[in-house]
C-alpha cells in the first residue's frame, strides 16, 4: 500500500539522494468526511467545502510524516527528487486533476441508474488520492522545515501514455480507452471490489472504457505531473 512509505525507512543520516515516483498523491487513509459526498469517488465541483477541505487536510498530515520522516533519514545537504500526479490550477475541483475520476464515478453512476449498483455504496466510498497544486506541495515543504525547494516543474501524461499532438486520442479512441481502462482497473479495482463485489467489475470498465472514448474526442486526456527537487537543510527556491 502507498501509506507504508510515509514511514521511517532507513537508519539516521544515512540517505544522499532520494525518489519518490507516483506515491505522494496517494493518501495513507480515507479523509475523515462529515458529510456525503454524493455520487463522487474524489472531489468535483458537487463536493460540499468540508469535503475539499478534509482531502486537503490529510494531504498535508501524510506529506508532513513523509518529509519528517526523510529528513531524519537523509544527510545535511542531500537531495530529494518527488514526482507525483497534481495539477497546475489553484482550483482542487479542475478537470486537469479530477476527470478521469469523474468518469468512473459516471459509469457507477449510470450503474445506480440501471439499478445494479446500490446508491449508498456509491455515495460513501471515496477514494483515498489527491492531486496538490505545486504551490499547495511548496507551502508544506516550507513550512514543515526541514528541506528547501530548488526547483518545481509539472509535465503532462496523456492517460493511455502515449504522446499525441493533439493532446488526446483521437487517432485510436477505442485502442486508446481499452488501455486507459485497464490502467484505472489496475489502481482502483482493489476498492471497488471491497463496496460493491468482485462480480461487477467486468460491467464497471467496461462502462467505463465507453465512457472515456465518447470523453476524449472532445477534452484533452491528460495527467498534470509535479517534479518537486529540495535539499535538506539548504538555502532554495523562496
Given at each position: ?31 475523515t468526511i462529515n458529510e456525503i459526498n454524493k455520487g463522487n469517488l474524489y472531489i468535483t465541483k458537487s ?163 465507453e465512457i472515456v472514448a465518447e470523453h476524449a474526442v472532445k477534452e484533452k486526456t491528460e495527467y498534470t ?11 532554495g527556491l523562496n
Amino acid at each position: 500500500m502507498p501509506g507504508t512509505f510515509y514511514g521511517r525507512l532507513f537508519p539516521s543520516n544515512s540517505l544522499h539522494f532520494v525518489h519518490s515516483s507516483y506515491s505522494l498523491h496517494w493518501l495513507s487513509q480515507v479523509p475523515t468526511i462529515n458529510e456525503i459526498n454524493k455520487g463522487n469517488l474524489y472531489i468535483t465541483k458537487s463536493s460540499p467545502p468540508s469535503v475539499i477541505e478534509a482531502y486537503l487536510d490529510q494531504f498535508k498530515k501524510d506529506f508532513v510524516v513523509f518529509l519528517k520522516c526523510r529528513s531524519e533519514e537523509v544527510i545535511k545537504g542531500g537531495r530529494m527528487v518527488l514526482t507525483l500526479l497534481g495539477r497546475r490550477s489553484s482550483d482542487p475541483t479542475s478537470k486537469e486533476c479530477c476527470s478521469i475520476l469523474g468518469l468512473l464515478s459516471m459509469a457507477l453512476n449510470d450503474m445506480v441508474l440501471e439499478g445494479v449498483v446500490e446508491e449508498d455504496k456509491l455515495d460513501t466510498l471515496n477514494f483515498p488520492i489527491y492531486f496538490p497544486s505545486l504551490e499547495e506541495v511548496k507551502a508544506i515543504i516550507r513550512s514543515e522545515g526541514s528541506f528547501r525547494v530548488n526547483q518545481l516543474e509539472t509535465f503532462h501524461v496523456n492517460w493511455d501514455g502515449n504522446e499525441t499532438s493533439e493532446g488526446g486520442l483521437k487517432t485510436d479512441k477505442f485502442n486508446s480507452s481499452y488501455r486507459i481502462a485497464n490502467h484505472m482497473r489496475a489502481v482502483s479495482e482493489s476498492l471497488l471490489t471491497s463496496q460493491f463485489g468482485e462480480e461487477m467489475m467486468d460491467a464497471v470498465f467496461a462502462r467505463f472504457r465507453e465512457i472515456v472514448a465518447e470523453h476524449a474526442v472532445k477534452e484533452k486526456t491528460e495527467y498534470t505531473n509535479l517534479v518537486i527537487f529540495v535539499t535538506k537543510g539548504e538555502t532554495g527556491l523562496n
